[in-house]
C-alpha cells in the first residue's frame, strides 16, 4: 500500500528487499557464532560489494557536501543499526525465530509514529490499515510457535529474547527514519557506505567491550556470514535503502 505519488518501481524493489530480509531468522539461527561476530562478519562482506560500487560510481564524492549535522545523523543512523543486530542476533539465539521475526517486525508501528512527529510524514488511512493487516499477519504465523514457548521452562530466557527483539525494532525504526531524512541527500551507494560503515565501526567497539570473539571463524560460519551480506544485507536492506528516496518510510 503505497502513498499516493510514490514511485511504482519502489514496490518491486521492496519486494525483493522483503524477499531478502526473510533469509535473516534462518541464518541467524543456523550460525553459532557470536551474535556480534555475526553482525560485524556480515557487514565486512557488505563493506567490500559497496566499496567496489563507491570506487565504480565515485558516489564518495557526495561525502564533501555533508554538513555535520548530517554526518552525525548518518553516524547515528548507524550506530542504530548495530544495537538493532546486535539486540536481534541475541533474541534469535534466546527466543523462538517466529517470536523474535514477530516482535522485531513491530518496527512499522514505530517508523510511522517516527514520521509523524519527526519527518511531518502522516500515513494515509490505507498504510495503517496495511500496517495492521501485517502485524495480524505475522501474529497468526506465529500463535502456535509462541504457546509452545510460553510453557517452556527455560521461559525467562525466552522472555529476555522477546525483550531484545522488541529493542531491535525500535532501532531499526530509527534507522529507518533517518535513513528517510538523508536519502535526499545522499545516493544509495554514498548513502549506505557511510551509514554502514559506521555501523561496522560501532560493531568493532561493542565488541572489543564485550570481548566476543571476532577470529577466527571457520568456513562454516563466513559462509553463513556471506549469506546474511548478500540476502538479507545487500539485497534486503539496501534494496530498503533505495526505497526510501522514493516512498515513505
Known amino acids: 500500500m503505497l502513498a499516493p505519488g510514490t514511485d511504482r518501481r519502489a514496490s518491486v524493489v521492496l519486494g525483493f528487499a522483503l524477499l531478502g530480509v526473510s533469509f535473516s531468522g534462518p541464518l541467524v539461527r543456523l550460525a553459532h557464532a557470536h551474535p556480534l561476530a555475526i553482525a560485524a562478519w556480515r557487514l565486512a562482506f557488505s563493506l567490500i560489494v559497496i566499496a ?9 564524492r557526495q561525502w564533501r557536501r555533508l554538513t555535520w549535522r548530517e554526518a552525525g545523523i548518518a553516524a547515528g543512523a548507524g550506530s542504530m543499526l548495530a544495537l538493532h543486530f546486535w539486540s536481534w542476533n541475541s533474541s534469535v539465539g534466546l527466543t523462538s525465530v517466529a517470536a523474535s521475526v514477530v516482535l522485531v517486525n513491530t518496527q512499522p508501528v514505530v517508523v510511522a509514529l517516527l514520521s509523524v512527529f519527526w519527518l511531518r510524514e502522516r500515513p494515509s488511512r490505507r498504510q495503517w490499515l496495511g500496517i495492521a493487516i501485517a ?16 510453557g517452556a521452562a527455560d521461559r525467562p530466557r525466552a522472555l529476555l529474547g522477546d525483550l531484545l527483539a522488541l529493542v531491535g525494532a525500535l532501532t531499526a525504526a530509527t534507522y529507518f527514519v533517518a535513513g528517510r531524512r538523508l536519502r535526499g541527500t545522499l545516493e544509495l551507494w554514498a548513502y ?7 555501523c561496522f565501526v560501532a560493531l568493532l567497539l561493542i565488541a572489543f567491550a564485550a570481548s566476543a570473539p571476532l577470529l577466527p571463524q571457520p568456513p562454516r560460519e563466513l559462509a553463513i556470514f556471506a549469506g546474511l551480506a548478500l540476502g538479507p544485507m545487500l539485497l534486503g536492506h539496501t534494496g530498503l535503502n533505495w ?7
Not at 567496489?52 to 564518495?60: H, I, N, P, R
Not at 502485524?135 to 510460553?150: E, H, Q, R, W
Open 192 to 198: 549506505v557506505g557511510l551509514v554502514y560503515g559506521s
Open 135 to 150: 502485524m495480524i499477519g505475522a501474529l497468526v504465523v506465529a500463535i502456535p510457535d509462541l504457546a509452545v514457548t510460553s
Open 52 to 60: 567496489v560500487a563507491l570506487l565504480a560510481t565515485g558516489e564518495w
Open 243 to 249: 526505497a526510501l528516496k522514493r516512498s515513505p518510510a
